[in-house]
Structures are given as structure tokens and as C-alpha cells.
């Protein structure tokens, strides 16, 4: 439950004030409002960091046997890239436009001198060399995309572990949106490079270098008229390398605008009809959506260009050597073999040119994606176990605050030098105006944070001196906003832990009223839950909240605004549950409504981040202070009359 509930613990706590700055920024720049664009998506980074590379590579490293084989997969289709002109070139000298004084080969004596079979011969071979070429492509391709996916499921399983990890802290100040980017999207982009890109990029490279190299001792002049217009195929592809990459940027930052906007108003939706504000919504979207096109369409005119331009420079240079080939044979010093396999040679000469300038934008974008996943996963964890970590305290323990000091940032104190103890088995609960302090206390205590100043001990030993797993393992946490996840009930109140009886399951879900409800439903337990518990009222789900904690058998209970939000009839069974469950337990109760603490055996009142009064619900009436003001704040609409200084309710 610790992640869950440290979310969840500090959900009302997390200041907006600085993503309301950010998103002013960004709509000086763009009329459409309370959009935040991250910058993260609008780096692109270098285009090759061999730094990230070699990081990146070592994801391949368990699966380095089948990456070996992967490579020599492509050699051999690579090789088999460059027979088949040959071919072509020894079935026209030596039959369809004999030579005599052609040189001989080394299929010359397995080669019959009848045309008919000859050309049989050759073209049975030119199609074992194409369904070679087939199957090696084939192999090569499945076991680099099984090899990119077993790689990127073992990326993605390292980034979960390292965001379970992580403080709470870095939630605080980092969208969640950004970070389920850095396990999709991200991760995708280089999947594309792992699986595909990188091995096709190779496979070019060999292509091109072994068809140069044939070309060559086939005709050195014939080679520099195809390579004459290199410099023209470089000049087009550096312009479309510029606009396709500004366009991606603009396209991927677009998606990121695009993606906010949904998630922000499809969550929103209730407000949004209930002020009639479909119209409005629709021409911001509009205009998002418009930028999302725009972008597009740059990239299209820059494809569109830029293939054509690239074809027309390749029928240039075949042109140019038919001119040059056309008075060469003619004067006898070159073949017309020659010339067929020259022009099937160009084909494959500028093809691999045009994969490598688009594989480019995938390299930079997997660049890209890199640097942002990297530097998640370099992200210190602060709250850490110690080297040698204590045992949790047997028995009894007695919790302890001693001077507390926390800021969230800088010196911004939240607590100024709070002391208190809660004995073993007190039931305290905490209350004050919001922003008081009281959620922090529970953050602090949980060690989702460490203390700047002073400690907290439970049974004599300081926090940070045990297992925050350990710790947090002792107590159970019933949140304002219960989060249910898809599933069943069974399963929402085990959440995964095997060691709790059908009898303890059942046993907690009695104690809380909640026993009747389940046995009424089709499937009992079973009863599947769909996504944040949708179809629950916020009772049912907060009694599954109650049950869940109890099913756990905590030694210390922590309900934090656990009825804020239920109706009172709930109220009253979440009462009679939270004095079933505090029974034989230390318990810490955070709450507005002050009738659901009023037995507490204490009742600690925060103002400002310090603590001001402290004593019993009578005590604290009688003293007139900020906890009377409380209660009379709330009851000042009832007919019952607050007691006269001194009196007891």
C-alpha cells in the first residue's frame, strides 16, 4: 500500500501554485488555455550519443547469442543482395548476348552450353538467392523484434521497480502523465530503434558497401558516374533531414498538448456539461487539433519531396550511364551483361541512401527518449534503508515526535518544533484547518519524507534507522479518496498478500458492515470491480477501504479524513467500524467532522504547523480555544447550544 497511499496521503497537500505559473507561461505562447507543455518532449538531444548508445546496448547484453546470429543473418542476406545482378549479367554474356572474349566464371563448368538450359540453370539460382535472401530477412527480423521486446519488457519491468522506488517527493513535482510517457512512449521509440532500426541501419550499410564494392570490379568509370551525384543525394537529404526533424518536434509536442487536453476534460466531464461548456471546449480542442495538422502536413510535403527528388538524382545517374554503357559496348569494351547488372545495382544503391536519411530521425528521436528514461532511472531514491537496519520494536510500542522541523521546500516550514507522544493502544486524533499540518504528520511518521530537524521514534529506536518497508508493513491507512483497482473485491482487500484467511477476510469485512452488501451481490467476492472502483458508491468503497486495512491486522491504524465524504448514514457505520477496528490498537485519527473523534482519548489541535493545544474533547471546550472556535464553526447551524465556559458537553 505504499505507493498508493503516499499519492494519496498527499494529493490534497501538493501545491498547484507552480504548475498555475507554468501553464501561464505557456499560454502567452498559445492561445489555448490551462495547457501545460512539457519541455521534456520538445528536446530532441544529439542525434548520436554514444554514451546513451552503449547504455542503451547493454539492454542487448542477455540476449547477445541471438544478436550474433542476427548479424550474420544479415551478412548473408546482404551478400545475397549483390548475386542476383550477377546472375543477370552471366545469362545475357553468355547466352542471351554472347561474348566471346568474356572472362571466365566459376559457374562456367557447372553451366550448360544449351541456351535453354543454361538459362534455366541461372534462373533457378536467382531464386534460390531470392528465397535466401527471404528467409534470412525473415529470421533476422523475428529475432531482433523478439530481441527488442524481451529487451524493452525488461526496461519497462526496471523502470516500474525504480517509480515504486522513488520518493514522494518526485511525485510531487512531476505529472503523472510525463511519467506513464517514459513507460509507453518512450520506451516504444526504442523498441523501433532496438528491433528495427538499428539492424536495418546495419543491413544498409552492408548493402551499400558490398554493392560498391562489386560495381567497382565490374567498371570503375561506369561506378564514378553512379557516385557523381552523391553530393546532390546529400545536399537533398541534409535539407529533408531539417524539416522532417523540426516537424517531428512539432508533431510530438502537438500529441503532448493533444493528450493533456483529453485527459484533463474527459476527467472533467461532469463540470464541463454542468456549465454548458461543450462549445467553448470543442473550439479549444479545434485548435489544438489544428497545430497537431499543421505539423503533419510539414512533414508530408518534406516525404513528398523528398523521394521523388531522390528518385529523380538515381534515374539521372542510370541515365548517364546508359549514355557512357551505349558507347562503350558499342566500341566493343564493355558488355551488355554489364550494363543490365549496373542498372539493377543503382536500384539497389540508392535505396539503402533513402532508409538511412528517415532512419535518422529515428535515431535522434530514440536519442531523445533515452535521455528522458535514463535520467528517470538515475533519479536518487533518498528514503533508503539503512546498511544495517534495525528490527521493528516487539510488542508494545509508544510513538514519539520529538521537534519536529519538515519543510517541502527550503525553509518554508509546514512544522515548527511539534513534541508529542501517543501511548500503545491511545487512539489520538489530530485535527485543525486545512494546511495546518495534519497530513504531513502521517507522511512524516510513514517516512514517505525524512525530517529536517528532531526525530520520530516508535518504541525507542528512530525511524530512520529501520526498513521503510519494514515500518510501513505495521500499519494500516484508510484514506479520504479510497482507490480501488480493477479486479474484484477479494482482491482489493487482499491487495496480493496471500497470508490472510478466507476466515480473516471474512471476519474484516463483518466488522465493518460490509458482510450483507457482498453476500448480495451476483458474484460475493468475486464481484469483478471495474477501474477506480466505478459503480461503488463512496461508502461502499470507503468500507472497502476499512476492510482492507483491518484484513492486514495492522498494529497501528491511521484513518485520515476517512468520513469526510461519505453520507451520515455511512458516517454512522464507518463509526461503529472505526470502533471495532481501534480496539487493541494505536490508532491516529486526521479528521474535519469533530463527531467522529470525540471519544478519542486525546485530541492534538494543529495551527500553522505547530502544535496548540492538546487534551480531551471536554477539556478542549472547556479551554475555549481553537478547537471551541472549531466546534462552533461547525455546529452553529445545529439548535443544541455549545455548554458555558468550564462545562463539559
Known amino acids: 500500500m505504499g505507493l498508493l497511499a503516499a499519492i494519496s496521503l498527499q494529493q490534497r497537500r501538493y501545491d498547484h501554485r507552480s504548475e498555475r505559473a507554468k501553464d501561464q507561461s505557456v499560454q502567452a505562447a498559445y492561445p489555448v488555455p490551462v495547457i501545460l507543455m512539457k519541455v521534456e518532449e520538445e528536446i530532441l538531444g544529439k542525434v548520436y550519443d554514444g554514451r546513451l548508445m552503449r547504455r542503451l546496448l547493454g539492454y542487448l547484453k542477455p540476449y547477445r547469442g541471438v544478436v550474433a546470429i542476427c548479424v550474420v543473418l544479415l551478412l548473408a542476406a546482404s551478400v545475397l543482395q549483390v548475386v542476383g545482378p550477377l546472375l543477370t549479367k552471366m545469362a545475357v554474356d553468355k547466352y542471351l548476348?554472347?561474348?566471346?572474349?568474356?572472362?571466365?566464371?566459376?559457374?562456367?563448368?557447372?553451366?550448360?552450353?544449351?541456351?535453354?538450359?543454361?538459362?534455366?540453370?541461372?534462373?533457378?539460382?536467382?531464386?534460390?538467392?531470392?528465397?535466401?535472401?527471404?528467409?534470412?530477412?525473415?529470421?533476422?527480423?523475428?529475432?531482433?523484434?523478439?530481441?527488442?521486446?524481451?529487451?524493452?519488457?525488461?526496461?519497462?519491468?526496471?523502470?516500474?521497480?525504480?517509480?515504486?522506488?522513488l520518493d514522494l517527493s518526485y511525485?510531487?513535482?512531476?505529472?503523472?502523465?510525463?511519467?506513464?510517457?517514459?513507460?509507453?512512449?518512450?520506451?516504444?521509440?526504442?523498441?523501433?530503434?532496438?528491433?528495427?532500426?538499428?539492424?536495418?541501419?546495419?543491413?544498409?550499410?552492408?548493402?551499400?558497401?558490398?554493392?560498391?564494392?562489386?560495381?567497382?570490379?565490374?567498371?570503375?568509370?561506369?561506378?564514378?558516374?553512379?557516385?557523381?551525384?552523391?553530393?546532390?543525394?546529400?545536399?537533398?537529404?541534409?535539407?529533408?533531414?531539417?524539416?522532417?526533424?523540426?516537424?517531428?518536434?512539432?508533431?510530438?509536442?502537438?500529441?503532448?498538448?493533444?493528450?493533456?487536453?483529453?485527459?484533463?476534460?474527459?476527467?472533467?466531464?461532469?463540470?464541463?456539461?454542468?456549465?454548458?461548456?461543450e462549445k467553448k471546449s470543442g473550439q479549444e480542442f479545434d485548435e489544438i487539433n489544428r497545430q497537431h495538422m499543421l505539423a503533419f502536413k510539414e512533414a508530408i510535403v518534406a516525404y513528398a519531396w523528398f523521394y521523388p527528388a531522390v528518385e529523380f538524382l538515381a534515374m539521372l545517374a542510370l541515365a548517364m550511364l546508359l549514355t557512357y554503357s551505349g558507347f562503350r559496348i558499342n566500341e566493343g569494351s564493355l558488355t551488355l551483361g554489364?550494363?543490365?547488372?549496373?542498372?539493377?545495382y543503382g536500384m539497389r544503391f540508392f535505396r539503402p541512401i533513402q532508409d538511412l536519411s528517415e532512419k535518422y530521425n529515428l535515431l535522434q528521436s530514440a536519442m531523445a527518449a533515452s535521455e528522458r528514461i535514463f535520467a528517470l532511472l538515475d533519479t536518487p531514491v533518498k528514503i533508503q534503508a539503512p546498511a544495517e537496519a534495525k528490527k521493528f520494536p516487539a510488542g508494545p510500542a509508544r510513538i514519539e515526535f520529538d521537534k519536529v522541523w519538515f519543510a517541502y521546500r527550503g525553509e518554508e516550514w509546514v512544522l515548527r518544533d511539534v513534541s508529542f507522544a501517543i501511548e500503545p493502544g491511545e487512539t489520538v486524533a489530530v485535527v485543525g484547518h486545512t494546511g495546518a499540518g495534519k497530513t504531513t504528520l502521517i507522511s512524516l511518521l510513514l517516512r514517505f519524507y525524512d525530517v529536517q530537524r528532531g526525530a520520530i521514534r516508535i518504541g525507542g529506536v528512530d525511524i530512520r534507522e529501520l526498513d521503510p518497508r519494514d515500518l510501513r508493513r505495521h500499519f494500516g491507512v484508510v484514506l479520504q479518496d479510497p482507490h480501488l483497482f480493477s479486479g474484484t473485491i477479494e482482491g482489493n482487500i487482499r491487495l496480493g498478500t496471500e497470508w490472510i484467511s478466507e476466515e480473516a477476510l471474512v471476519s474484516a469485512v463483518e466488522q465493518v458492515s460490509l458482510l450483507d452488501f457482498i453476500d448480495s451481490l451476483p458474484d460475493g467476492f468475486a464481484q469483478p470491480v471495474r477501474e477506480r472502483g466505478d459503480g461503488l458508491s463512496t461508502g461502499q468503497k470507503q468500507l472497502i477501504s476499512f476492510a482492507r486495512a483491518l484484513a492486514h491486522n495492522p498494529r497501528f491504524l491511521v484513518l485520515d479524513e476517512a468520513t469526510s465524504s461519505v453520507d451520515t448514514e455511512t458516517e454512522f457505520r464507518v463509526r461503529e467500524a472505526l470502533a471495532r477496528m481501534v480496539k487493541g490498537r494505536t490508532a491516529i485519527v486526521i479528521a474535519h467532522r469533530l463527531s467522529t473523534i470525540q471519544k478519542a482519548d486525546r485530541i492534538l489541535v494543529m495551527h500553522k504547523g505547530t502544535l496548540r493545544e492538546s487534551g480531551t474533547h471536554q477539556e478542549l471546550l472547556a479551554a475555549r480555544g481553537i478547537y471551541w472556535k472549531l466546534y462552533q464553526l461547525q455546529y452553529k447551524d445545529q439548535e443544541r447550544t455549545l455548554p458555558p465556559a468550564g462545562k463539559a458537553v
Do not use: C
Open 97 to 165: 548476348a554472347p561474348v566471346p572474349s568474356q572472362a571466365a566464371t566459376p559457374l562456367d563448368p557447372y553451366l550448360s552450353a544449351n541456351p535453354w538450359i543454361g538459362l534455366a540453370q541461372i534462373s533457378t539460382l536467382f531464386l534460390l538467392a531470392l528465397l535466401g535472401a527471404f528467409l534470412f530477412d525473415f529470421a533476422q527480423a523475428y529475432l531482433m523484434q523478439w530481441t527488442g521486446q524481451h529487451a524493452m519488457l525488461d526496461l519497462r519491468r526496471q523502470l516500474m521497480a525504480h517509480l515504486q522506488r
Open 171 to 277: 511525485y510531487d513535482r512531476t505529472p503523472v502523465g510525463r511519467m506513464v510517457t517514459r513507460v509507453t512512449t518512450d520506451v516504444d521509440a526504442l523498441n523501433e530503434l532496438l528491433a528495427s532500426g538499428l539492424v536495418t541501419i546495419i543491413g544498409d550499410v552492408l548493402t551499400l558497401s558490398f554493392v560498391v564494392i562489386v560495381m567497382l570490379k565490374l567498371s570503375a568509370p561506369m561506378t564514378g558516374l553512379l557516385l557523381a551525384v552523391m553530393p546532390f543525394v546529400v545536399l537533398v537529404t541534409v535539407i529533408f533531414r531539417r524539416s522532417a526533424t523540426q516537424s517531428y518536434r512539432r508533431i510530438r509536442v502537438a500529441i503532448a498538448r493533444i493528450n493533456s487536453y483529453l485527459q484533463e476534460h474527459i476527467s472533467g466531464m461532469a463540470v464541463l456539461q454542468l456549465f454548458n461548456r
Open 338 to 344: 554489364v550494363l543490365v547488372a549496373f542498372l539493377q
